[in-house]
């Protein structure tokens, strides 16, 4: 099973500031298969990255996704209001079982 | 517009047993691949299980945590696809999401609560 490590667990940003969210994988992913989903509560989570840097429909292009090896990285290049959620990773390579990291908040400071 | 719509949960006891419900509209269901997902009170997102699509063999895998215990089936005539959870344990509390997408979860239901308490 492929292990997802999130960091860091909670990211304390004022709005306009720049956030930067990581995911470790715990092995290479075939063809990047790895997404970023946004969740609010009360709400269903929101893909917004898939293919480690493609966004999704509607998602905005303050939103952007790269990765470096296993290295996997959510960057919001200036924080809305609407932006503070919690950011979850997940990679689906070729075989199940896919899985999720363990989250990281980002809250406003 | 893409709807899906979650039901069947409940309070039960652990081992016993649950059957949960999704019906989907909005979309060509018979081609879709189907997941649930749930999240325990206070914790993250995990997977549980999928079933491909007829055309694609219709096969399913599950995560390790639930897998003999939790079977995945759809009615492709009903736009439904369903849950079957055994030997429920306390750990299996959780909110349960369907959702679609060929790896990643594009749509989701807002899930229906399970509850394992004695």
Same mark, same amino acid.
């Given at each position: 099973?492929?292990?997802?490590?999130?960091?860091?667990?909670?990211?304390?940003?004022?709005?306009?500031?720049?956030?930067?969210?990581?995911? $470790?994988?715990?092995?290479?992913?075939?063809?990047?298969?790895?997404?970023?989903?946004?969740?609010?509560?009360?709400?269903?989570?929101?893909?917004?990255?898939?293919?480690?840097?493609?966004?999704?429909?509607?998602?905005?292009? $303050?939103?952007?996704?790269?990765?470096?090896?296993?290295?996997?990285?959510?960057?919001?290049? $200036?924080?809305?209001?609407?932006?503070?959620?919690?950011?979850?990773?997940?990679?689906?390579?070729?075989?199940?079982?896919?899985?999720?990291?363990?989250?990281?908040?980002?809250?406003?400071? | 517009?893409?709807? =899906?719509?979650?039901?069947?949960?409940?309070?039960?006891?652990?081992?016993?047993? =649950?059957?949960?419900?999704?019906?989907?509209?909005?979309?060509?269901?018979?081609?879709?691949?189907?997941?649930?997902?749930?999240?325990?009170?206070?914790?993250?997102?995990?997977?549980?299980?999928?079933?491909?699509?007829?055309?694609?063999?219709?096969?399913?895998?599950?995560?390790?945590?639930?897998?003999?215990?939790?079977?995945?089936?759809?009615?492709?005539?009903?736009?439904?696809?369903? =849950?079957?959870?055994?030997?429920?344990?306390?750990?299996?509390?959780?909110?349960?999401?369907?959702?679609?997408?060929?790896?990643?979860?594009?749509?989701?239901?807002?899930?229906? =609560?399970?509850?394992?308490?004695?």
């Amino acid at each position: 099973e492929i292990v997802l490590t999130q960091s860091p667990a909670t990211l304390s940003l004022s709005p306009g500031q720049r956030a930067t969210l990581s995911c $470790r994988a715990s092995q290479s992913l075939t063809n990047n298969y790895l997404a970023w989903y946004q969740h609010k509560p009360g709400q269903t989570p929101r893909l917004l990255i898939y293919g480690a840097s493609t966004r999704a429909t509607g998602a905005p292009d $303050r939103f952007s996704g790269s990765d470096s090896g296993t290295d996997f990285t959510l960057t919001i290049s $200036r924080l809305e209001p609407e932006d503070f959620a919690v950011y979850y990773c997940q990679q689906y390579d070729t075989s199940p079982p896919w899985t999720f990291g363990q989250g990281t908040k980002v809250e406003i400071k | 517009e893409v709807q =899906l719509v979650e039901s069947g949960g409940g309070l039960v006891k652990p081992g016993e047993s =649950l059957r949960l419900s999704c019906v989907v509209s909005g979309f060509t269901f018979n081609e879709a691949w189907m997941s649930w997902v749930r999240q325990a009170p206070g914790k993250g997102l995990e997977w549980v299980g999928r079933i491909k699509s007829q055309s694609n063999g219709g096969t399913t895998e599950y995560a390790a945590p639930v897998k003999d215990r939790f079977t995945i089936s759809r009615d492709d005539s009903k736009n439904m696809f369903f =849950l079957e959870m055994n030997s429920l344990k306390t750990e299996d509390t959780a909110l349960y999401h369907c959702a679609t997408g060929y790896g990643t979860f594009d749509f989701w239901g807002q899930g229906t =609560l399970v509850t394992v308490s004695s």
